[in-house]
């Protein structure tokens, strides 16, 4: 697809986010005609960007003349392949493909590592790049999180890059094909855009090992029921070198627990770590802490250097982030759980009783797998979404109080009614953040705001 390109060939951005000015940039770079079209207005960080390069672009519209004479569109990976100017680009026979395929085709002697799951891929990117960082320093963080892939490609070189993507990535993926690839675990989410499909969804996350060969890795959660069962019905189909991690079993190789050690053998290699010594809590950090860790094996990072790496890494901004405590209270930022097993991770973390803010955008949520935890663990649950009742009527029951409530303003101050000393109040919504903000860093923030302003 991309071969029968030239320079000169007419490339049409769709989206001028950070993928899509990052896909732009390389673009340029390589001499190609480049129009960028985003359907809403520019941020001025991106626009500048684009202004510098001189790079052509339009906001607020897109012109569909401009668009279909295109040789090959890339989009941004929140525009919906169902979405009516994808359908005609494609029923006009114009390639459309994701940023990390892009980057992808120009990357010259880099290696990738890409990092997928439902959840816990953030933390799992960010702890490989630290722990590949410390002995590589020629290491980049890109994708998903952080910087473009393709605008990386551009301007940073690097020999590897660490890269966490997302189903909607892989789903524009043709011959993207990292070296070691991650996947963390399959839990139902963003099921909207899959028609409701969870088998679609698996799909798209399974094409992590689409283009993998002998020469590659795939590190996978064995405990993992959907993933074992994909693992298994494609073995015939997927070529790179199978290394599982598990809590539950013992391995010939891979990684799991061997009392209190988390231990890894791979080619006969062994690392082991003491697993009170990972400053991650919880189950599910083990887990990611198992993935990046036998990352670092299969790259041959010393084994000191591990442990150092992981003993010195505090977790990512919005994730369990634990930021304030008053009057024995502590108040937790996990504005980042944007799906109910995130918030399920969450709240089996927490071991004191928990005030739980929730709710956003429903993304056609099934919340009863929180039900034990909730009857355990949770005294109130408040409501910021802008459609609650799915929440109130799974959980009405079991919990007495339950309200709704359309600042954070108030939302505190009522959490801070029914905390007594001991107890969290955490923010875990399993919930997108458009409905009342522009992300889930934007949520996260105005929520540690409101809670620092506190007498």
């Known amino acids: 697809m991309l071969s029968m390109l030239s320079p000169g060939s007419y490339i049409v951005v769709l989206g001028a986010g950070e993928s899509g000015v990052g896909a732009a940039m390389l673009a340029k770079k390589k001499g190609f005609k480049v129009f960028v079209s985003d359907r809403s207005n520019i941020a001025s960080k991106y626009k500048k960007q684009l202004l510098e390069r ?46 990390i395929e892009w980057g992808y085709y120009f990357l010259e002697g880099g290696e990738v590592i890409a990092i997928t799951g439902t959840n816990g891929k953030t933390t799992t990117a960010t702890l490989t790049h630290h722990i590949l960082k410390s002995a590589h320093s020629n290491t980049l963080l890109a994708g998903n999180i952080g910087d473009s892939f393709a605008a990386a490609v551009a301007e940073q070189p690097a020999a590897s890059y660490v890269l966490e993507v997302s189903s909607f990535q892989l789903d524009g993926i043709d011959q993207f094909r990292p070296h070691i690839s991650v996947l963390i675990n399959i839990t139902p989410d963003h099921l909207d855009r899959y028609d409701y ?38 073995l ?3 070529a790179a070198r199978l290394i599982p991690f598990s809590c539950e079993k013992k391995l010939n190789e891979g990684a799991f627990l061997e009392g209190d050690l ?20 919880g ?30 890494f ?4 919005h994730r369990m982030e634990v ?23 969450a709240l089996e ?13 429903d993304k056609g949520n099934d919340y009863s797998a929180l039900m034990p935890l909730v009857r355990e663990k949770v005294k109130a649950i408040l409501c910021i979404g802008v459609d609650n009742q799915k929440i109130i009527d799974t959980f009405g029951k079991v919990v007495s109080e339950i309200h709704e409530l359309s600042t954070f303003e108030d939302t505190v101050a009522l959490a801070m009614r029914f905390a007594e000393r001991g107890d969290t109040v955490m923010l875990s919504p399993a919930c997108a953040s458009f409905d009342r903000f522009k992300n889930y860093e934007d949520r996260g923030e105005q929520f540690k705001k409101v809670v620092r302003s506190l007498d």
């Open 54 to 99: 001189s790079i052509v672009f339009e906001e607020g519209t897109h012109t569909l003349d401009k668009i279909l004479h295109a040789d090959l569109v890339i989009k941004s990976p929140g525009i919906p392949d169902k979405a009516p100017l994808i359908q005609e680009l494609l029923n006009n026979g114009v390639p459309v493909i994701s940023e």
């Open 197 to 234: 499909s969870f088998e679609n969804y698996i799909g798209s996350k399974m094409r992590i090992v689409k283009n993998q060969t002998a020469e590659d890795f795939f590190i996978y959660d064995a405990d993992d029921a959907v993933i074992a069962k994909e693992v298994a019905g494609r």
């Open 236 to 238: 015939s189909e997927i």
């Open 262 to 281: 988390l231990k890894i053998i791979i080619d006969n290699q062994t690392f082991t770590m003491e697993t009170s010594k990972i400053p991650i809590q």
């Open 283 to 312: 189950k599910h950090n083990l887990k990611n802490t198992m993935a990046a860790s036998t990352v670092a094996m299969i790259k041959n990072i010393r084994r000191e250097a591990i442990k150092q790496s992981i003993e010195g």
């Open 314 to 317: 505090t977790g990512v901004a």
């Open 323 to 345: 930021f304030e405590e008053f009057s024995g209270v502590r108040f937790i930022n996990d504005s980042k759980a944007t799906n109910v097993n995130a918030t399920y991770f």
């Open 349 to 361: 973390s927490v071991k004191r009783p928990v005030i739980w803010i929730a709710g956003g955008v």
